[in-house]
């Protein structure tokens, strides 16, 4: 069974600071998505990454997927109270059957 | 499209009540999911539909859970009896091309 580490668990930071979110898997990933969920919605897709070091951007939003495919990053530049949210990032390899973990909570204090 | 719809948004009851959950998927999509998200344990897959069928229910926790899908515009989801330890968030979700379409979700809480 493979088992996703979302880290830090919870984060709060002030507008405008950087900040990178991360998550590592026991085994590789066939594909990985990010979501984020805003407090009081369902989770949103953000992005999906599928090759080892793929790197994408999404505005201030950069996504990085591990060479081995076993973790992945997502750094925010100059973050906003807009990108308050519980981010997600499920292994997609089964897109019927995603696997979750607890997320990051992330608070951005204007 | 409205995207994915579920009522009601907010249910209390008291423990051993029925609770039943609605859901509207977003037209066309044919694989229909229902979660539980709780702060311990995350969003968990309870049950999925694809054409209307079952097709994995082995998240399903234990025989007072039920789900339906009559039809393809309509699922439900029903807890008979309630328990305190069933309060969370259930959302209902489909299946566009290799995403998952969220709706806001069921905040259920039994007292």
């Known amino acids: 069974t493979q088992l996703l580490e979302q880290s830090p668990q919870f984060l709060s930071i002030q507008e405008g600071e950087n900040l990178t979110v991360y998550c590592n898997s026991s085994s590789v990933f066939s594909s990985l998505q990010w979501y984020r969920q805003e407090p009081g919605e369902g989770p949103v897709l953000l992005v999906t990454?599928?090759?080892g070091g793929e790197v994408k951007k999404l505005k201030r939003l950069t996504f990085q997927f591990g060479d081995a495919r076993k973790d992945s990053s997502l750094h925010i530049t100059a973050a906003q109270p807009g990108d308050t949210g519980l981010y997600l990032c499920p292994n997609a390899g089964n897109n019927r059957k995603l696997i979750w973990g607890l997320g990051t909570s992330l608070a951005v204090n204007p | 499209d409205a995207g994915v719809i579920q009522s009601p948004r907010h249910e209390v009851t008291e423990m051993g009540q029925e609770v039943t959950l609605r859901c509207k998927p977003i037209?066309?999509?044919?694989?229909l999911f229902w979660y539980r998200q709780t702060m311990m344990r995350g969003l968990e897959l309870l049950i999925y539909?694809?054409?209307?069928?079952?097709?994995?229910d082995s998240g399903m926790p234990e025989d007072r859970f039920s789900a339906k899908m009559p039809n393809a515009s309509f699922s439900t989801l029903k807890i008979q009896p309630s328990e305190p330890r069933d309060s969370a968030v259930y959302f209902c979700?489909?299946?566009?091309?290799?995403?998952?379409?969220f709706g806001p979700g069921t905040r259920l809480t039994v007292l």
């Open positions: 539909f694809n054409n209307n069928v079952p097709i994995d």
């Open positions: 037209s066309g999509h044919n694989s």
């Open positions: 990454v599928v090759t």
């Open positions: 979700a489909t299946l566009g091309w290799n995403e998952q379409f």
